[in-house]
């Protein structure tokens, strides 16, 4: 079956060309469009979408809370939320990840990369580079933990070696990179980062990786 998309932007134009470069694919479908979060809402319930594109500065409501309300324990659908942004390090959407997005593009993202991203959201993981977002919270690491604080109790759940897998999943590793620093299979990683993503009640690897840099386990910068 193909993956169904909502288009969410406040500008039709860039709405009609996101259209075409999606309907062009097999796979894909575009089964609505909306101008603000509050038509977002709306469409969703009616069209259950699989993925959301969605614009962040937006009238009415904008796409930071459209997305906490589509991805939040009361949400009425499946929908993973794909944002879209303007600027490569747009403070909104480190906002965005917090609420729930499985992951951000640029506008000007080459046609293949956003169609690659809609395939990778939709397959329950997060968008495509984790060095990107790793870039991102670095850039606002003033509005993260110094480090000073306690790490939450909710850290101690994890064995050691989840702990480890969690740091190198903050830092944009990927599975394989993962795999070869710690000397296990990938499956074992996959294995870890599951038990990770359920202990801590996360969606994906994005809101992994801010857990990591909220929390204070990974430092901003660090290496």
């Not at 909710?154 to 990927?174: D, F, I, N, Q």
């Not at 000397?183 to 801010?210: I, N, P």
């Amino acid at each position: 079956m193909a993956i169904r998309v909502l288009l969410v932007d406040d500008q039709p134009l860039l709405r009609t060309g996101f259209r075409m470069i999606l309907e062009a694919e097999g796979d894909l479908a575009v089964v609505g469009e909306a101008g603000d979060g509050l038509q977002a809402l709306d469409q969703v319930r009616a069209l259950q979408p699989d993925v959301v594109l969605m614009d962040i500065r937006m009238p009415r409501m904008d796409g930071v809370e459209a997305t906490r309300q589509i991805t939040g324990p009361d949400k009425d659908g499946p929908a993973k939320v794909l944002v879209l942004t303007t600027f490569d390090l747009d403070e909104y959407v480190v906002e965005a990840l917090r609420a729930g997005a499985s992951g951000f593009l640029l506008k000007d993202a080459p046609a293949g990369e956003l169609v690659q991203a809609i395939r990778v959201v939709a397959a329950g993981e997060a968008m495509l580079a984790p060095s990107v977002t790793r870039r991102l919270l670095d850039k606002y690491a003033g509005r993260l933990p110094s480090g000073e604080e306690p790490l939450p109790d909710t850290l101690h759940t994890l064995t050691e070696r989840e702990v480890e897998v969690l740091k190198l999943v903050a830092r944009g590793l990927s599975n394989a990179e993962i795999a070869a620093d710690l000397f296990v299979s990938e499956t074992t990683v996959k294995t870890h980062v599951g038990h990770v993503l359920t202990k801590l009640s996360l969606r994906d690897r994005v809101q992994a990786a801010v857990y990591a840099y909220e929390s204070g386990l990974v430092r901003p910068g660090a290496h």
